[in-house]
């Protein structure tokens, strides 16, 4: 079975540019949630999707922020515009129901110079 | 969610058997505890849940004592790839947003 799949696995911006961040779940799993690391901090919930719909987006920072997930498979997070403090590694992660056994990405590591 | 506490890191050689402690002192009735592990530059990696009293599988074992303040993961002989963060995370039943805290370093030398 493949896993949670993320692209890119790191990206290095410009403050004010746009980047977008891909995440693959696992096939079948209905479940797909966004996380976040930044730097010297804990891993931090961004947001939940169930199929195509936001379950739960309380974890959002702000609305340069946009998460999609259209037609229920893969997922993107756009960032726009990019600032310094939205350095960090931003981890994917699917389930198949409820929250047992979730299944990471490998994550993306975003640089905003 | 009730709030965990789990030492910072923590140093064993090659073969030795590993025990972390996590204090969970507020946990709630229909809250269940979960360890991952996380690799340098890998997403956490789910290791085992349990309830109550002990859950082993082929990774680790999890031991939870009556009062359930507390929980301790048990690896056995381990290897230097087992060198990691190990996360204690408290979840609860229908929510499924997972808090994750500081973790444990675990540093493995030959």
């Known amino acids: 079975e493949a896993g949670v799949t993320q692209f890119p696995s790191h990206s290095v911006i410009e403050k004010g540019q746009t980047v977008t961040l891909r995440c693959d779940p696992i096939s079948g799993h209905d479940n797909l949630y966004w996380y976040r690391r930044v730097m010297g901090k804990e891993i931090k919930f961004l947001l939940h999707f169930v199929k195509e719909s936001k379950q739960d987006e309380s974890g959002m920072p702000n609305n340069r922020f946009l998460a999609e997930r259209t037609g229920g498979t893969y997922s993107t997070l756009k960032v726009q515009p990019a600032e310094l403090e939205d350095s960090g590694v931003y981890f994917c992660?699917?389930?198949?129901?409820?929250?047992?056994?979730?299944?990471f990405g490998s994550g993306t590591r975003l640089t905003v110079v | 969610l009730a709030k965990t506490t789990q030492p910072i890191s923590m140093d064993s050689y090659e073969g030795q058997e590993v025990n972390i402690t996590c204090s969970h002192n507020n946990i709630a009735t229909n809250d269940y505890i979960t360890w991952y592990q996380q690799f340098p530059s890998q997403g956490p990696r789910f290791i085992i849940q349990g309830y109550k009293t002990k859950v082993t599988n082929e990774v680790a074992s999890l031991f939870i004592p009556a009062d359930r303040k507390s929980s301790t993961l048990s690896l056995p002989r381990v290897s230097l790839s087992d060198t990691a963060v190990y996360y204690c995370l408290v979840e609860s039943a229908g929510y499924s947003t997972l808090t994750f805290g500081k973790g444990t370093m675990l540093l493995v030398s030959p």
């Open positions: 992660a699917s389930t198949k129901g409820g929250n047992y056994g979730y299944t």
